[in-house]
């Protein structure tokens, strides 16, 4: 059936044509403006969403070929997210489901990342462990099947995804800040920096990433650059420990649950270096790196995940709410 999917839970207005299991299109329009405050402004997503979803539904519409009037249902994210920029999203996704006497669903932004794995893979085998790391959350579940998932741990204070942010603008660098990271640490030494690995040696599959943060702050009041420590030398190391404190619970979940099929999720997914950690504790066939454009946040993710939910029978009332601390 054909799905439109309508994502707007931070700073990204995405909307997507899902039909059969197929993207037909994947318009995001990213809200540059926040990186002159150095992170998401809220009621500036909002607005910025407002102005945004008009032009951005009809550029999905349009590339993915359909006629409006194809459209059979509509998927959209109702939490976890910014309460407003939620609205502007589910408000506007009821009014064209209304005007167009379609279906509508309403869908949790978390599992969509984690079912976004599915879509270039839709062969993977169930059970999966998926490491779902974005700017709000760092979970690592069980996934059963569909709709079954055990969440194993997650972290006690910062996300991954923060982790970077906040470590880039204490570096000086832009935001959003895992692709600045990720392009400052490129050619440094991760093994000159000895920045902490929160949990390390507990026996909790849980993350922390404060502390982290805290030290990369106090080592930044005394460095200078120097020909033995380099900028990128600390940028790598600074990566590198994110990294490693992932690592480290994937390989304790691969040991207490017996599953080492491996999926990562969210936007953090996207980093080249935790892809070649995962690859270098994991066998290559039993890893699923998303596609690059379905790691930060997408449209495809949502129409995909409210075809499958549509196909199993469920659908939303239309007095359906959104709620900003959705869990899964
Ligand atoms: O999933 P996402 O787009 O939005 C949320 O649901 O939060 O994730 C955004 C997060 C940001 O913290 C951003 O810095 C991080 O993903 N990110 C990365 C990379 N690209 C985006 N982190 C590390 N390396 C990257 N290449
Ligand atoms: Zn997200």
């Known amino acids: 059936m054909i799905v439109l999917g309508i994502e707007t839970s931070c700073d990204e207005t995405a909307v997507s044509v899902c039909n059969n299991g197929e993207i037909l299109s994947n318009i995001i329009s990213s809200q540059i403006i926040h990186s002159e405050y150095g992170g998401v402004v809220p009621e500036i997503a909002s607005r910025e969403h407002e102005k945004m979803l008009n032009t951005v539904?009809?550029?999905?519409?349009?590339?993915?070929?359909?006629?409006?009037?194809?459209?059979?249902?509509?998927?959209?994210?109702?939490?976890?997210?910014?309460?407003?920029?939620?609205?502007?999203?589910?408000?506007?996704?009821?009014g064209l489901a209304l005007g167009l006497g379609v279906k509508i669903i309403s869908i949790n932004h978390l599992e969509a990342h984690i079912i976004a794995n599915l879509l270039d893979s839709s062969d993977i085998e169930f059970p999966f462990l998926c490491l779902l790391v974005s700017g709000g959350h760092t979970q690592l579940w069980l996934i059963k099947k569909l709709e079954d998932y055990i969440l194993l741990g997650e972290t006690r204070d910062d996300a991954a995804g923060e982790a970077f942010d906040k470590g880039a603008r204490i570096l000086g660098l832009g935001y959003p800040g895992g692709p600045e990271i990720e392009k400052h640490a490129s050619g440094g030494n991760y093994k000159l920096v000895d920045f902490p690995r929160a949990l390390s040696r507990s026996d909790k599959i849980e993350f922390s990433f404060s502390g982290l943060k805290?030290?990369?702050?106090?080592?930044?009041?005394?460095?200078?650059?120097?020909?033995?420590?380099?900028?990128?030398?600390?940028?790598?190391?600074?990566?590198?420990?994110?990294?490693?404190?992932?690592?480290?619970?994937?390989?304790?979940?691969?040991?207490?649950?017996?599953?080492?099929?491996?999926?990562?999720?969210?936007?953090?997914?996207?980093?080249s270096e935790l892809r070649r950690q995962l690859s270098s504790i994991v066998d290559a066939k039993k890893i699923i790196f998303p596609n690059l454009n379905y790691c930060t946040d997408n449209g495809a993710m949502i129409s995909y995940l409210g075809e499958i939910k549509f196909n199993l029978g469920k659908k939303s009332n239309m007095n359906f709410g959104i709620i900003p601390n959705f869990q899964i």
């Open 214 to 271: 805290t030290s990369l702050l106090y080592f930044m009041e005394s460095y200078e650059e120097s020909s033995s420590i380099s900028f990128a030398d600390v940028v790598a190391s600074y990566q590198r420990a994110i990294i490693d404190s992932l690592i480290n619970k994937i390989k304790l979940a691969i040991e207490t649950t017996g599953i080492n099929t491996i999926a990562i999720a969210g936007g953090v997914a996207k980093n």
């Open 57 to 94: 539904t009809d550029k999905a519409i349009f590339e993915s070929k359909i006629k409006i009037n194809d459209i059979e249902g509509i998927a959209v994210t109702n939490g976890p997210g910014l309460a407003g920029a939620l609205l502007t999203g589910v408000s506007f996704a009821k």
